[in-house]
């Protein structure tokens, strides 16, 4: 902690004295630049939306060394993620599903086109104009599963110029005598008819063997290799007519190897594990997207279709340990299978300054399979054959040139039918078939009122309404009751403040807000159920969450770009009393939600092209149970970096968790020992980028 205070009080005092002995390009404007977002499906200034939402550019991405979405999460308020071999669940604002819930309380967007399972949000990000993260439901304009929010990912789009630039990322783990980390991909942007047609492609490939050895196999536990690549096709007939094809594919064979013992029998050293058992994890994903523009002389018009395949297969030890959990329990496995065809058409009114009212308007409809395998307690395999439909309208009224009141709604449809094929064989039991068909109608509103104070500072307040749809549990369930859950609700209720002062030199965003959440799906323990998990998925609480985000960029000067956020969070299980499992969970606080997170960084940049810059992120402890039995340790990171900007390449040389602070991401109480799963010791490495 010493280490980390000193650090601290030097990059303070190097940004104190840097604007006095650094740059000499004072007659520079000096403003931070605007940027322009599709939150809400039209494109409008970060400041003029009254939604709480965070947004990174290209450039922030490559600034942060934000690679992928787990490495986003720590810059962002109030924004975490549950992971593990089965889950990549996004927490916004403490909403999240139960776990081993196949879908997220968050919706995640490529291109305007929904990843419904929360295992295909854990993509790499690879030439990203844009993020876009959306706090609080949006259920209005994204219906079903967006009750905590939305991440929208915005691709690079073909232009008319050629460009085109390549990468080489070398870098090292400090573990087990270091381990070396590979990571390249290239770019290009190539015009085939000038102002008609043009193509943009990219590929991005990263190999690591990891920082976790598995001690008893001697060998290494925590391997990466990824490979992703994507082609976009642009075409412009006309001024008024845009067609943008996108075809993209990602591949990943990886270990699973981050769980290990810190005290009992199976206890090993930070960075080791011993498994007896299996560790692999198989992604193979492909995506396709059309999208129709057309700019009409009334309204403009956008359909976009949407095609996504995602399969991932999975094995790994099935008590984490040297034994077995069992005769027969070696290991658990399982498999997804999705496919997804989704279609949205929307209508909306010109951009023009100074009209009275701003309309969107659209229908919106998908067809979904789902086929899972589970293998824990018995065999599991599971059929989903789910579609919906939904229509969706939001105007803005223009009371005044100060005063806007925006009003939405969305009817939302979801079909779901379910089957599964249950066989207990393997634990002394027999076979059956669960079956069931879920289908409701949710009306979303939305309303906001947004004041503008002045041209540059605009508060607002907003309430939503969001829900998660209701499901199967694929995992789990042995009897046709506990086979079906029903749908959550969620109202929310935001008060914001959106600013640009001293001379548009600093941007602070200030968000307070209040969630309540009823018939929320939670894994209820029943000692009654013949299973270890003994668990049972019902809707049988409430839970609310309030707090608040503070986002802040300041720019003194042409050379220094100061950068901080901080979240607080207080959320918690109301009205939730079991009778099998007698405890009342009343008051306890939700898994995965700190109560505070925070990030402070700043970059200075020297008229020759050198730089230097860190981030210090961070998180307050959390419990990962609803008992609140099991309680992580809050972490603080600092990931500094210097490098030379040029005309055609950039090199910069990089540091994450510099000094090697030990943390964990996730703790369970495991057959009497203390289970972790550990977060990434210190790495580093230099990257080069070449631009053509």
Wanted: aromatic share 12%; glycine share 10%; proline share 3%.
């Amino acid at each position: 902690m010493k280490r980390i205070s000193g650090f601290l009080a030097l990059l303070a005092a190097v940004m104190l004295l840097s604007p006095v002995c650094g740059y000499a390009e004072e007659k520079k404007e000096v403003t931070i630049e605007t940027m322009t977002v599709t939150a809400q499906k039209t494109g409008q200034d970060i400041q003029d939306v009254p939604v709480g939402v965070s947004a990174f550019s290209d450039v922030d991405l490559d600034e942060h060394g934000i690679g992928g979405f787990h490495d986003l999460i720590d810059q962002v308020p109030n924004l975490f993620i549950r992971k593990n071999s089965a889950d990549n669940a996004i927490v916004i604002r403490g909403i999240s599903s139960f776990a081993g819930s196949l879908y997220s309380t968050a919706g995640f967007y490529v291109d305007g086109v929904n990843y419904p399972i929360h295992q295909m949000q854990d993509m790499d990000f690879m030439d990203i104009e844009r993020v876009e993260v959306l706090k609080g439901p949006q259920g209005t304009l994204y219906g079903r599963n967006s009750q905590a929010g939305v991440v929208n990912i915005i691709t690079k789009q073909p232009g008319n110029e050629f460009s085109a630039k390549a990468f080489t990322d070398i870098g090292m783990w400090d573990a087990n005598g270091g381990k070396l980390i590979f990571k390249e991909g290239f770019s290009a942007n190539l015009p085939l008819v000038d102002e008609k047609l043009s193509m943009r492609i990219s590929a991005q490939k990263e190999d690591s063997n990891g920082w976790m050895r598995n001690v008893y196999k001697d060998t290494d536990a925590k391997e990466t290799d990824h490979l992703s690549g994507r082609m976009t096709t642009r075409w412009t007939p006309s001024d008024d007519l845009g067609i943008s094809f996108m075809v993209e594919g990602r591949k990943k064979h990886d270990g699973l190897g981050v769980y290990r013992y810190t005290d009992g029998p199976y206890a090993t050293k930070r960075n080791e594990l011993a498994w007896n058992g299996g560790n692999r994890n198989t992604v193979e994903a492909n995506a396709q997207m059309l999208k129709v523009e057309y700019a009409g002389e009334m309204f403009d018009i956008t359909s976009v279709t949407g095609r996504h395949s995602y399969t991932q297969d999975f094995i790994n030890d099935m008590d984490l340990s040297t034994q077995n959990f069992g005769p027969g329990f070696e290991d658990s496995y399982g498999s997804y299978d999705i496919g997804v065809w989704s279609e949205e058409l929307r209508f909306a009114s010109k951009e023009e300054k100074g009209r009275a009212i701003d309309w969107l308007a659209g229908v919106y409809g998908y067809v979904e399979d789902a086929d899972t395998v589970y293998y824990g307690y018995g065999l599991h395999d599971t059929e989903q054959d789910n579609w919906g439909a939904a229509a969706f309208g939001q105007g803005t009224w223009n009371i005044t040139p100060a005063w806007h009141f925006t009003l939405g709604s969305r009817l939302d449809y979801v079909r779901l039918e379910g089957k599964k094929d249950l066989d207990l064989s393997s634990v002394g039991g027999g076979t059956s078939v669960l079956e069931g068909k879920i289908h409701s109608t949710e009306f979303l509103p939305s309303a906001s009122l947004a004041y503008d104070l002045s041209d540059d500072v605009m508060t607002y307040v907003r309430v939503s309404r969001g829900y998660l749809a209701g499901g199967f549990d694929y995992s789990t369930s042995t009897t046709q009751e506990q086979f079906m859950f029903k749908p959550e609700y969620s109202w929310n209720y935001e008060l914001g403040l959106k600013s640009t002062l001293l001379d548009r030199k600093l941007t602070a965003n200030l968000a307070t807000f209040y969630i309540d959440i009823t018939d929320k799906q939670v894994a209820q323990l029943e000692p009654t159920i013949p299973n270890p998990e003994n668990r049972r998925i019902v809707n049988a609480a409430r839970a609310e969450s309030y707090g608040a985000e503070l986002e802040m960029q300041y720019k003194p000067v042409q050379a220094l770009l100061l950068t901080s956020s901080l979240g607080y969070l207080n959320s918690r299980l109301r009205d939730w009393t079991t009778v099998d499992d007698p405890f009342d969970y009343d008051g306890k606080k939700t898994p995965g939600s700190p109560d505070w997170t925070y990030s402070v960084g700043g970059t200075y940049r020297w008229e020759s092209g050198f730089f230097a810059g860190v981030d210090v992120t961070g998180v307050s402890s959390f419990y990962t149970d609803p008992k609140n039995t099991s309680k992580v340790d809050g972490r603080t990171l600092v990931n500094p970096r210097v490098g030379y900007e040029g005309d055609n390449f950039d090199v910069v040389l990089w540091a994450k968790n510099v000094f090697d602070e030990e943390y964990n991401e996730n703790e369970w109480s495991w057959g009497g020992s203390t289970l972790v799963q550990q977060g990434a010791p210190r790495s580093f490495g230099l990257k080069t980028t070449c631009y053509f």
